[in-house]
């Protein structure tokens, strides 16, 4: 029985078990790469997405759990790679190997949806479930920081 999936305002039917993870229909059935794979146990943040504007780990997110929610991934998330995020995170410099990036910036993403003007706590807080390999912890916070405050 095929699901129906709403990715990225796309509308798919993918024919899958309902308890197969999210984040390998959008790879391999949607095509869609920019969401990784990290450690495949929610710990990484690597395969973060929107879900109805939440931030989810995609790998232990199973597609039947989904719904009629709408799914946001990178690709998604702004057209032309211009969301206030995306944009703090070229200012401040932020990524150096790139891979955990696409799982940071979705994080952030929903983070600064809901909190305007966010205290250092609250970005720490907030950002501390995804792991950057390079340790680029302190440029993240800086990005976060700015895209929360329109900076």
Partial sequence: ????????????????????????????????????????????????????????RSCVTAVGDVGDAEVVTIEGLHPTGDHPVQRAWRDANVPQCGFCQTGQIMQAAAFVATTRNPTDQQVSEAMSGNICRCGCYQRIHAAVKAAGTGA
């Fill in 1 to 56: 029985m095929a699901i129906a999936l709403k990715v990225n305002g796309a509308r798919h039917s993918v024919d899958v078990p309902p308890d197969t993870p999210l984040l390998w229909v959008i790879r391999d059935v949607v095509g869609l790469h920019g969401t990784k794979y990290g450690c495949g146990i929610a710990v990484c943040g690597a395969c973060t997405v929107h879900v109805d504007g939440q931030a989810v």
